[in-house]
């Protein structure tokens, strides 16, 4: 099975390899000192199951949001509608 290779730089969990690490340092499982902040510990790294969690949480969030955004989009589309309609009406008392 193959190493995820999972770190965490400023509190964000990240996959792959430190930006400076090398290649053929796959033996080495702890980061530099760049990588963490401050000099405390990192935490361990969360199960399959609590960063599926992770994951799910943030496609919620994303959804919630497009939705939001679908939302203001109808608004604004019957904004444009109601205008439509008002430029009309103007153009038939001009005629």
């Known amino acids: 099975m193959t190493k995820l290779n ?3 730089v400023n509190g964000v969990w990240q996959l792959g390899r430190p930006h400076h690490a090398q290649e053929e340092d796959d033996e080495e499982d702890e980061l530099s000192t760049q990588d963490v902040e401050g000099d405390r510990p990192q935490p361990a790294i969360p199960s399959r199951t609590e960063m599926l969690t992770q994951i799910w949480t943030g496609m919620q969030d994303m959804r919630e949001s497009m939705r939001n955004v679908n939302i203001r989009f109808d608004r ?14 103007l153009k038939d008392t001009l005629n």
Request: proline residues 0%; without cysteine.
């Open 6 to 8: 999972i770190f965490q």
């Open 76 to 89: 604004l589309d019957e904004r444009m509608e109601r205008n439509d309609q008002r430029i009309d009406r």
